[in-house]
C-alpha cells in the first residue's frame, strides 16, 4: 500500500498537463456530442428563420 | 514562426473545427507538432456557448472548450483599454472601407484589439485562426499561412494572421 503510494506521488510529479489540440480518443469523443449540439442548434435557427 | 507561440481561434473556426473534425486531423498534428498554446478571448466564448438550449448542451460545449484547449489556456477579458483599442480599429476599418463597418463584428473588432495588447510587448506572441478571411483586413493585419480543407461539399480556408504593429501605427497616424 505505501508502496502504491510512494508510485502514485512520483506519477502525480512526473505527469504534465495534456497539450492542448491533441487529436486523440478524448478530443475525438467530445468533438462528435459537440457536434450533435451544433447541428441541433442550426436546425433550431434554421427553423425559426422559416 | 508559430512554433511555441499563442493561437486564438474565432468561433466560426471552433464551429469549424467541431462539425468537419476528420478533415482537421493534419491541423490538429501540426499544431501539436509546433507545441502551439491555446488561448480563448471571452467575447469567443460567448459567441460559442450563448446559442445552447439546454444546460447539457451548455456542459458538453464547455467541456469541448475544456478538452481542445487544455488547462494551462490563456483567458483574454475585455478591459476599458481593449474596448478603446477595438474602437480605434474600428474606426480605422471605417476610414479605410465604410463597408468594413457593417461587415467586421464587434466580438471581431474585440479580437484585433487583443491582437494589438497581446502582441504589444513582444511581437508574434499570438496569432489568430479564423475562416472568415475578410474579417481580418490585410491592411492591418499579415496574413502567414493558409490551411486548407475540402469537405468535398465547400473548400474551406482557415487563415493564420498576425497583428502588424507598422501598418498599424501608420494607418492610425493618418486618422485624423
Known sequence: MEENNKQKNTDEKVSKPRPPYTWDDRLKEITEKAKQVIEKEETNAEDDRK | ?176
Open chain 2, 1 to 176: 514562426m508559430i512554433e511555441n507561440k499563442h493561437l486564438l481561434l474565432d468561433t466560426n473556426s471552433l464551429v469549424s473545427l467541431i462539425k468537419h473534425a476528420r478533415f482537421y486531423a493534419d491541423f490538429f498534428n501540426q499544431l501539436e507538432k509546433y507545441q502551439i498554446k491555446s488561448v480563448i478571448d471571452y467575447s469567443v466564448k460567448f459567441e460559442f456557448l450563448r446559442g445552447s438550449n439546454t444546460k447539457r448542451d451548455y456542459e458538453i460545449k464547455q467541456e469541448y472548450l475544456d478538452i481542445l484547449l487544455g488547462e494551462n489556456r490563456i483567458e483574454l477579458i475585455s478591459t476599458n483599454e481593449i474596448f478603446e483599442n477595438a474602437r480605434e480599429i474600428a474606426n480605422i476599418y471605417t476610414r479605410k472601407d465604410s463597408k468594413l463597418t457593417k461587415q467586421i463584428s464587434f466580438a471581431d473588432c474585440l479580437i484585433a484589439a487583443q491582437m494589438k495588447k497581446f502582441n504589444e510587448q513582444k511581437p508574434e506572441r499570438l496569432f489568430l485562426a479564423t475562416i472568415d478571411n475578410n474579417d481580418f483586413p490585410l491592411f492591418i493585419f499579415d496574413r502567414i499561412f493558409i490551411f486548407t480543407i475540402d469537405t468535398e461539399r465547400e473548400i474551406i480556408n482557415m487563415g493564420i494572421y498576425r497583428f502588424n504593429k507598422e501598418k498599424y501605427e501608420r494607418l492610425k497616424k493618418d486618422f485624423k
